[in-house]
């Protein structure tokens, strides 16, 4: 598994089945949904306030927050794995 998306999706995964103490994601999931929706609304945030007036780096930072909790919030609050979003994605490919 070289794929460092993958890798986080595993980590994420396996870190919401044993909730270790000290865990960003565990403390996350531990606030429940309006946690992870809310977490998620800041990261958004930020990303678009960096697309609009920040530096490259800034954008990937912002942009790599908001990719892992999109992560945490699918997993936690619905079961879904990034690889059915890839899969989405690869049958949108396929019909053009």
Excluded: H
């Excluded at 995964?13 to 949904?33: F, I, K, Q, V």
């Excluded at 990719?67 to 690889?83: E, H, K, P, S």
């Amino acid at each position: 598994m070289n794929n460092p998306i993958e890798k986080l999706d595993a980590v994420i995964s396996d870190r919401l089945a044993t909730m270790p103490e000290g865990s960003y994601t565990a403390y996350l999931a531990t606030g429940g949904l309006n946690r992870t929706l809310k977490k998620f609304g800041e990261e958004s945030t930020e990303l678009v306030v960096a697309l609009a007036s920040e530096s490259d780096e800034r954008v990937v930072s912002e942009a790599a927050d908001l990719l892992y909790v999109l992560d945490v919030a699918l997993q936690f609050n619905r079961g879904i794995r990034l690889a059915a979003i890839f899969a989405e994605l690869d049958g949108r490919n396929q019909e053009e």
